[in-house]
């Protein structure tokens, strides 16, 4: 099994930065897909960023340009940069991945990190 486990958030200024953590442990051999998902208050949880074992990156649109992902494999560690961050960033930011085991995928997600941006 994998664990993952958040760090890095906080409250910031409109226009500042934020870097998030996600420590992954356990079996971090099995891990393909790892991915960044935010949830605001009344709001579904989104996909914001994702990065495959073979660095392909994606965004939503709304983070394009602001955002970076990466991950450090050595590290058993993902990244997600946030510059220019703005007050509809605000959400908890969840680290995702997927993962394998005898032959069949499974999803592990983190506790959850808060972000804030004030305006």
């Known amino acids: 099994q994998v664990q993952l486990v958040e760090s890095g958030g906080g409250l910031v200024q409109a226009g500042g930065s934020l870097r998030l953590s996600c420590l992954a442990s356990g079996s971090t051999f099995s891990i393909d897909t790892m991915a960044w998902y935010r949830q605001a208050p009344g709001k579904q949880r989104e996909r914001v960023a994702q990065?495959?074992?073979?660095?392909?990156?994606d965004y939503v649109d709304s983070v394009k340009g602001r955002f970076t992902i990466s991950r450090e494999n050595a590290k058993n560690t993902m990244y997600l940069q946030m510059n220019n961050l703005k007050p509809d960033d605000t959400a908890v930011y969840y680290c995702?991945?997927?993962?394998?085991?005898?032959?069949?995928?499974?999803?592990?997600w983190g506790q959850g990190t808060q972000v804030s941006v004030s305006s």
């Open positions: 990065i495959t074992s073979g660095g392909i990156r």
């Open positions: 995702y991945c997927r993962a394998w085991r005898r032959g069949e995928s499974y999803d592990t």
